[in-house]
């Protein structure tokens, strides 16, 4: 996405993009999901809810090549079972340990 940033500078043309988890629609009840008590607000999202994600990226001129994630917290939820943590090299052991990483 940085190589759209830059292409796009000129033209005031910011390139962001919004990263929903599941949204309640006609494809989404078509497939297969599981249940849903296993989501993180025991419910797939709803299409606005994603709004305001939405206007901010439209509203905000200086936000610039950023995925906003609407999913209820999940990809935090992935992120620690995984273990990532960006800063340094250390794995984080903990939600506490993730946190610090992240400055959060």
């Known amino acids: 996405m940085h190589a759209y940033a830059s292409a796009l500078r000129s033209h005031?043309?910011?390139?962001?993009?919004?990263?929903?988890?599941?949204?309640e629609s006609k494809i989404a009840n078509a497939i297969e999901v599981?249940?849903?008590e296993n989501l993180s607000l025991g419910r797939m999202g709803r299409a606005e809810e994603l709004w305001p994600a939405t206007r901010m990226i439209i509203v905000?001129?200086?936000?610039t090549v950023q995925t906003i994630h609407v999913d209820a917290g999940r990809y935090i939820?992935?992120?620690l079972?995984?273990?990532?943590?960006?800063?340094?090299?250390?794995?984080?052991?903990?939600?506490?340990?993730w946190i610090r990483a992240y400055d959060l």
Do not use: M, Q, V
């Open 12 to 23: 005031r043309i910011t390139p962001n993009a919004i990263a929903p988890d599941l949204i």
């Open 34 to 36: 599981g249940p849903t």
């Open 60 to 63: 905000t001129e200086n936000l």
């Open 77 to 79: 939820t992935r992120c």
């Open 81 to 97: 079972r995984k273990g990532r943590a960006r800063r340094g090299t250390s794995k984080a052991s903990s939600s506490l340990d």
